[in-house]
């Protein structure tokens, strides 16, 4: 029985697209949506409370602030990782699973690029307070304010990761 990175493709070649324009359509929308009615600097909105709190930043680098300033190139970089992804889904038959996966980190990569090039850095609206406990616990500081690119690009990779991992522990059974 083949792993879930060996079965043929069951989406035709168009879905992964559909996906990807969907979740890029729904990041910019959130991100205007922040832009107009959030305020730089302003107190945490509760959305869900003491879980997800709106505020409204901004970021030039990537996560915890990495690379600041170098919004262009990253910007660039994400491009290429999002088209290159998009391609490769296409192209190469993949499962139901990885084909949505894969389309999730896609276009994470490529909401994220609209706002470096569209405004040389990137507008983050979410705020997770139990994570922050988590990070600040192991003195890594403040959990990164996100949006939903960034939520695509690491729920699809930690997918992925999971998926990847499934597959190696099937595969050594079998051989075993």
């Not at 990782?81 to 038959?93: E, N, T």
Request: proline share 6%; hydrophobic share 55%; aromatic share 8%.
């Amino acid at each position: 029985m083949p792993t879930l990175l060996e079965r043929q493709r069951t989406f035709p070649a168009w879905v992964p697209l559909l996906i990807a324009a969907l979740l890029v359509a729904a990041d910019q929308a959130l991100k205007a949506w922040a832009l107009a009615h959030l305020t730089e600097g302003a107190a945490p909105i509760p959305l869900i409370p003491g879980v997800l709190d709106w505020v409204l930043t901004f970021n030039t680098g990537a996560a915890w602030s990495l690379f600041s300033g170098s919004a262009v190139p990253l910007a660039v970089g994400r491009l290429l990782v999002g088209l290159g992804i998009l391609v490769y889904v296409v192209v190469r038959p993949q499962s139901r699973f990885l084909t949505v996966v894969l389309s999730m980190i896609a276009a994470g990569a490529i909401g994220n690029t609209i706002d470096g090039l569209r405004f040389g850095r990137v507008t983050d609206m979410f705020h997770a307070p139990p994570l922050s406990l988590i990070t600040q616990a192991l003195r890594a500081g403040n959990f990164p304010i996100f949006n939903l690119a960034d939520s695509c690009v690491v729920v699809g990779t930690l997918l992925l990761l999971i998926a990847s991992l499934r597959g190696e522990r099937g595969a050594k059974s079998r051989t075993s």
